[in-house]
Nanobody, 124 residues
């Protein structure tokens, strides 16, 4: 069992940056691949970024590639999402999720545990 709590969301102007954190509880955090997803009003939840259990492999949605960076600190049981050059279309609730697979995956259905989400709003 893994509990996930996101933080770091907020309101930022276009072109600005935010760093999201996701703190996990449970002894087996390092055994999970981790992902970030987002959901805008009226839209389906979509993949943003994922990282393998040791942090060696990462994968990004094309819409955020080059602007967002996912990382993890297994000693702190925390995964991060550094978001730079933010755009209004990045506005959404951002969720972190844990996947029992060791490799990063992109499908919502592959993930076993979810946080409650944190709101990110980018003003133009």
């Amino acid at each position: 069992q893994v509990q996930l709590v996101e933080s770091g969301g907020g309101l930022v102007q276009a072109g600005g940056s935010l760093r999201l954190s996701c703190a996990a509880s449970g002894r087996t955090f390092s055994s999970y691949a981790m992902g970030w997803f987002r959901q805008a009003p009226g839209k389906e939840r979509e993949f943003v970024a994922a990282i393998s259990w040791r942090g060696v492999n990462t994968y990004y949605a094309d819409s955020v590639k080059g602007r967002f960076t996912i990382s993890r600190d297994n000693a702190k049981k925390t995964v991060y999402l550094q978001m730079n050059s933010l755009k209004p279309e990045d506005t959404a609730v951002y969720y972190c999720a844990a996947d029992r697979s060791l490799a990063p995956r992109v499908a919502v259905r592959e993930y076993d545990y979810w946080g409650q989400g944190t709101q990110v709003t980018v003003s133009s």
